[in-house]
């Protein structure tokens, strides 16, 4: 559409620096007070049509470092370049400009969409916002982004979220996101409360969005299968840092950091008996205020030495576009003697 | 065969709605043998959760509830809450998703053990602290004198359900049911968990039967496997007889199931195969088998006849009347 396309192809579509974000909170109710370090130092970038999966536990920052990148609540230091623009330097009509091509989508379909609309009112709505067309092409826009969605206008475009099912309504949340003709759409745990068989139909229309449309995704959610199956590359992070970061097929083949390692070996598997073989990560994510001095995973680390306590870890890249921030990665050689065989499931199921 | 520990025969829930009947569990029947783990896997409003809650006397009065369950001989449908409660929480005690929502936020996770303690067991305060101190270091909580003192606010999700089945443990329970106990938990804390309630089955010699959604969580940690769909049962057999090596599944939606979970070994952006449309609407469940307006295998016997869940090989059981070829494998 932009002329120039040609220049931006070759430019990252969303580029992030060192981001941090922290929250001060206040001791009380017997929690601890302090602050809060949710991002601390993040960097990646997003290629045009590319889509990068995050995956992490709860509080492990990654839900923060989206809402970092679309500016609210904005970040406390770094930057955000998208689509050229550095967005924590932009405000009010400048920034709304920039994010129209930055789109959301969130974990509760119910959560995110007015009980009191109807579903063509809510798709709508950006279009207004962003004084799309007149009223009859907002009415043609809306019919065919339902179509985008798989969901006839005829039967649901008069239907209350109340009316829906949770797929479908992630089905309107969806289509309301890509109303504007999005860039990017950062979908933030979006399928992660749909049940398996309409999860797989929303995961294979975010693929069918992104071939029709070329949309470039960043995809957050704790569940790795799922950020594999949709994602060209994935980052692991990890109270609040990326571990790891490269192509999909070479984290999960073959990854560097011990805890992308543990994290596999939690995944249920398919194989009878596998799940009580594999050896599970002990304890809990330390609090991310005052998380651990030098590298924060040594606390549960069984890798962990002195050095790790004193020194941060930078990434380092190991293979082809494959970073870890490890000072002791695994490596091909050492792995079989930390892991015995019952726990290689995860590299043999497909059997 | 001898008694099972809980064996429920023939279980039906209905609710009336708007003057038309619900059937939310419609004819189950399954057996839980002494220490053994049984799954059972289905989508939201198959009637997993409704027919456990059938069972526990956890179900609003308008529910309508026939058929049998017996808990080591002694019969649970139709006994009056007051007789349930007996068994409640003592022979038999559930543990359910939200730990968040399932306990007290204004007590200290201590009293709230404690009360569950003294419900049951006339026995003094301060023996009812000594026990409540036992049962967190029994669910593997660290510093558990620490923690009987904090409030749920100050735990993890993790820990919170460590609590929850804590409580669940209390009087030392012959069946523990754990309704998606693990689903809204990160992977890793998913498997400690899960690890936590086998390792306290054996420990206790309890059986657990735990409800989810998730059949890689039944292939992984499963003795039996029951899949439910709208209601009713339509594949049952051990989990070596369905995941792994040996094993195939039968019902089509079992297998339509387990193909659109998303693999690590699959490649990124393949297109997953998916089932259209929904479970049917309870008012009006379609004639014949209820999977069949969703089922790319159906014919026109699906739709005129409902197949019955019947053992076609040994301990396996599906209603299917074109089932999946044995030995298709993923």
Redesign the interface.
Known sequence: MSTETTAEERQPLLSVRDLVQEFVVREGGGARGGVVQAVSGVSFDIMPGETLGIVGETGSGKSTLARAILQSPRPKSGTVSFRGSELTRLRGRRLLAARQHMQFVFQDPFGSLDPKWKARSIIEEPLIAYSAGDRQARRKRVDELLDLVGLDPARYAKRHPRELSGGQAQRIAIARAVALNPDLLICDEAVSSLDVLIQAQVLNLFEKLRRELGLSYLFIAHDLALVKQVSDRVGVMYLGRFCEVGPGESVYKQPLHPYTRALLDSIPSTEPGAGRATTTLRGEPPSPVNPPSGCRFRTRCPRAADRCADEVPEPRELFPGHLVACHFPLTVAAEPAKVSAPTQTTARAQG | MSEALLQVEDLRVAFAAGGREIRAVDGVSYRVEARQTLAIIG??GSGKTVGCRAIMGLLPATATIGGSARLNGSELIGLSDAQLRKYRGSVMAMVFQDPARSLNPTMRVGSQITEAIRTHRKISRSEAHTEAVELLRLVRI?APERRYH??P??L????RQRVMIAIALACRPKLLIADEATTAL???????I??LM?ELQAELGMSLVFIS?????A???ADQVVVMYAGKIVEQAP??K????G?TVRMRYTR???D?????????????????G?PPDPTAMPPGCSFAPRCVHAQDDCTAKAPALAEHSPGHSWACWHPCENGV??
Not at chain 2, 186 to 192: E, F, Y
Not at chain 2, 242 to 245: D, N, S, T, V
Not at chain 2, 263 to 275: K, Q
């Open positions: 989508e939201s660290p904090e409030y606010h100050q993890s999700g993790g820990m990160d992977v890793t804390t998913q498997a400690q899960m690890e086998l959604h998730d059949l890689g969580l292939a992984s940690y989990a070596k369905l995941f792994g090596a094993g339509a199931l387990l659109a979970i998303p693999h690590i070994e699959r490649e990124a952006h393949t297109e997953l195969p998916v089932v259209a929904r494998a993923r």
